[in-house]
Nanobody, 123 residues
């Protein structure tokens, strides 16, 4: 059974850091690209970052570029999203998704989705 489970969310003050994890099971992570998405209350889902399965290339939305870092550990079947310099506008439920050609700017390209983890940035 294919499963993606996000963890690491929580409450953090502005300027703080969090690392989200996306644990994969039921498929070989090596063959899949992973995207991180987020959705804030009353807003549309937004693509945050992608890491490819081919060469580990990364992509970031302009809103998080320079602050977030995506990485993967295929041996641990886990993808990470390191988030630094967090802002109130980063508050959202964060989801990871997987697909052979998953891209965060094309969510329809992602086949499998996790249930999400809440990130709240507030003082």
């Amino acid at each position: 059974q294919v499963q993606l489970v996000e963890s690491g969310g929580g409450l953090v003050q502005p300027g703080g850091s969090l690392t989200l994890s996306c644990a994969a099971s039921g498929f070989t992570l090596d063959y899949y690209a992973i995207g991180w998405f987020r959705q804030a209350p009353g807003k549309e889902r937004e693509g945050v970052s992608t890491i490819t399965n081919i060469d580990g290339s990364t992509y970031y939305a302009d809103s998080v570029k320079g602050r977030f870092t995506i990485s993967r550990d295929n041996a641990k079947k886990t993808v990470y999203l390191q988030m630094n310099s967090l802002k109130a506008e980063d508050t959202a439920v964060y989801y990871c998704a997987a697909g052979m050609a998953c891209q965060c700017d094309h969510p329809e390209s992602c086949s499998y989705w996790g249930q999400g983890t809440q990130v709240t940035v507030s003082s």
